[in-house]
């Protein structure tokens, strides 16, 4: 009798194994977030809100890339320790689930941002951010019209301090005229 097995039991441990590892793997560490993409105006605050799930407390860290540099923003690990760059010390906040708060926003905080999520094991993943910082027009606007209103009032001083200034030479002129004017003697008239 011919006896055919498709699988070996060795076989079947190997593949149970690597199917069990690669399952491990795809789900050690999880980033979800809401929204990748922001946008702000100046002096507002952000947040990126992300809900990390890893094997282990997971170590958060945060980076800023732009055209120009790439930084750090700060690393940490929930319960153990919490360490922003001296740069964003006083605008950042970092929150245990992997989220971070950025306060007091300026032109040169847009680009992208990244967070990345090693477990114990030392694996890693990265996810990505874009955060787009807009001029406040109104602002500027408003300081536009308090400038024009300010040098508007200065012109307006010196339009006045001009003409009482001439008013001034005027009555010194008139009055060294009548200084200069013989007085009205009675002159008495010569026979000739």
Request: proline share 2%; with cysteine.
């Amino acid at each position: 009798m011919w006896h055919f097995r498709l699988w070996d039991v060795q076989d079947v441990a190997v593949f149970l194994s690597i199917t069990l590892y690669m399952f491990h793997l795809a789900g050690a560490i999880s980033i979800r977030s809401p929204q990748r993409s922001l946008t702000r105006s100046v002096q507002e605050d952000v947040f990126f809100s992300v809900d990390v799930t890893c094997n282990g407390i997971p170590t958060i860290q945060w980076t800023f890339m732009s055209a120009a540099v790439s930084r750090s923003i700060g690393i940490w690990q929930q319960g153990v320790y919490t360490n922003i760059t001296e740069d964003y010390s006083s605008r950042v906040q970092s929150y245990t689930n992997g989220s971070m708060g950025l306060s007091d926003l300026r032109l040169q905080d847009a680009g992208y941002y990244v967070v990345t999520v090693t477990d114990a094991a030392g694996s890693s993943k990265d996810a990505g951010f874009v955060l787009k910082v807009n001029e406040v027009l109104y602002e500027d606007l408003q300081y536009l019209s308090v400038s024009a209103l300010a040098l508007a009032c200065l012109a307006g001083l010196l339009m006045l301090a001009m003409w009482l200034l001439d008013k001034v030479y005027r009555k010194i002129v008139a009055w060294r005229r009548r200084k200069q004017m013989p007085e009205n003697d009675a002159t008495e008239l010569q026979p000739l």
